[in-house]
């Protein structure tokens, strides 16, 4: 091999390492955007995942929970109903939550218990404010959002705020889990 030869190659070897550094530069902020979003996109995920177990969870606590044993009336039954729900979707308590959490315990016509003690169709909405205070709002009917179901049933939703960041921005969504089960306890004697 000639010394000019040698020359040549020496030459092409370090435009080709110069084309590389330029390729990475021009696709690691686009390789970064996906890493990152992938994981932020697992962290959302994990949060739906907390509060869709949290709903269900506490809707099959509030299927088999008699309103005497969670207090004696419909409102305290969903209180109680509620702070499972804070509880099992890892909120924080019906006093003290998450900021921007939400649950929604609903109870509709139970049959089978005292009339004069139970709300036909009433629903409770707890709601923590940007300090995490909970506020508990109750009303008669179902849980905003959710269907009607035959016959005697429970429903709880659970929602939470989460950021879901990536390289050029971020963005702020309410994840929610909804669970309606059939309302099975009976009354105590």
Known sequence: MG?????????????????????FALLLPLFAMLVFGMISAGFTFHSWLNVTHG????????????????????DAWIATVAERAFDASNLGSSTTAQAGSVVCVAIYSPTNKFPSTITPARHGIFTADASGAVTAAYSNGI???????????????????????????????????????HYEAVALS
Do not use: W
Request: charged share 15%; proline share 2%; with cysteine.
């Open 3 to 23: 010394r000019r030869q040698a020359l040549h190659m020496r030459v092409s070897a370090r435009r080709e390492a110069g084309a590389a550094a330029v390729e």
């Open 55 to 74: 709903a269900q969870e506490s809707a099959r606590f509030a299927a088999t929970l008699s309103i005497q044993a969670g207090g004696g009336s419909t």
């Open 143 to 181: 849980c905003p959002g959710m269907a009607v179901a035959n016959g005697d049933y429970v429903q709880v939703s659970a929602s939470q705020p989460a950021d879901f960041n990536y390289v050029l921005g971020a963005a702020r969504i309410q994840v929610m889990g909804k669970s309606t089960s």
